[in-house]
């Protein structure tokens, strides 16, 4: 007790401080008329990899035992932390798994991951025995998660003797069709397929091209439906699953046709290499973290012209490739980044976001050793039991410093907002305006009547490269050895403004404003 009320003090001296710091008022105008885009009600995700321990980058090896061959799926820790997102939406894939064989039907022998030289990511092929297989689905079914398949799609083919990098051929179905017979036999439950990683366009370490690719996810498609016939429980098929070249994308969804593709998915990692000294810099600026909005936008827009039965789809995003900054993607800072990633990939209409990784790497939600959550980890649990499907728009004009960010309440009526300060030296004093009427500029407050929620987070001592995250002045820690904490909001008087300190994340929950598009 006397913990919470140390606590609490904190809090009222932080916000107290505001008055004086250089504080600026900010008028946010809400209009909840209509919606501007829809989320999946699962719109946070988070990927589990394949990467042995010999991943190493910058001198460092930072997936340590985190990798799908390797991770403790008996740890309670790792349970808990899927558990409380009841569900969790988990994408299993990565850079090998296009190197990846099951162990299933005719394959015999089973090899782990290699270094190799001239192999795909300086790895040989691996093999998942249906022992593993079975284990990880233990843990999914025990923890509820909803799970994404990446499937190896450059099984059957071979890399081209005049085109380095490019491989052809057709895509092998026989290895993925066991697989998913197994599955249907043990009754595990598969939300989707992915095909492919980082295959598209250019590439990473191996292409297909476009035209191909797309009659390989038809030949996928007719799969699914020859073993999953009842179109209820019928697994949906996602690609290409890499990095967004507007030619390659058209062709792609042009071959694939109609009702073939479910998702459309890319990759994003816009904050450059992990060893970057100047990523701590691109976090904090407004300016570089718009410049990735032109993507969204252009994904939304190619699949809505080209395959509007089908739903964009970030399935895998790290901020900073090569497993993470090692001081900066595990801290609150990052929340900077990847909590303004989903408030924007979900105006652009883009249905789930997967967070690489759940655990390993430096870019994790939970630390790779002791699996304690990481600021992140937070972040996204508060986004996901906040923010409801519907997209709503909120725009201030005073500061390009203050991200904010509104849905329809998740659970409850009213509205949901997210406020992201990325100033180390100004706090924001924010009220509101409902602006129901489109035609009309907003020239009213809104106030309110009933107490509103409030999550303030904030880094421990102020320092934004801190592993540890307060919630209104309190430390997030864990509950005895295994539970994560309870995440209970502020309380706060509806005439007062909503305050919002530097280097501050804050969610806000409005029972009373009045947003027809969420009634």
Known sequence: MMMGFKGLICFIILLSCLSFSSAEDVKVSIRGATTIARTDDNF?????????????????????KAGLFNLDLENK??????????????????SLQDQVVYKVGNVKKCTQFKKVEGGLFGFSEGCLPMERWDELNNLFNRTGAKITFGLNALLGRNESKTDKGLWVGDWRVDNSRDLMKYNIEKGYKIDSYEFGNELCGSGVSARVEAKQYGKDVIALKNLV?????????????????GFYEEEWFKTFLKVTGQDVLDGTTHHIYN??????????TKIQDPFYLSQIAQTFKDVAKIVEKFAP???????????AYNSGGKDVSRTFANGFWYLDQLGMTSKFNHKVYCRQALIGGNYALLNTTTFVPNPDYYGALLWHRLMGSRVISATQDVSPHLRVYAHCAKQKPGISLLFINLSGEKSFEVT??????????????????????????????????SDVMLLNGNPLKLKGESEIPEMKPTRVDPKTAISVASHSIVYVTIEDFHAPACA
């Open 44 to 64: 946070v995700c988070a990927t589990l990899d394949w990467w042995p321990t010999e991943k190493c980058n910058y001198n460092q090896c930072p997936w340590g």
């Open 77 to 94: 820790i790792l349970a808990s932390a899927i558990k409380a997102f009841n569900p969790l939406r988990v994408r299993i894939g990565g």
């Open 225 to 241: 439906r020859e073993l999953y016939p009842d179109p209820k429980t019928q697994p949906k098929i996602l690609g290409p699953g």
């Open 271 to 280: 904050l450059g290499p992990g060893n970057d000294p100047s990523l701590i």
């Open 309 to 319: 039965w089908s739903e964009a789809w970030v399935s895998e995003s790290g901020g």
């Open 432 to 465: 509101l305006s409902n602006a129901i009427d489109l035609q009309v500029k907003p020239n009213f407050e809104f106030k309110g009547y009933e107490k509103r929620e409030e999550y303030h987070l904030t880094p421990e001592d102020g320092n934004i490269q």
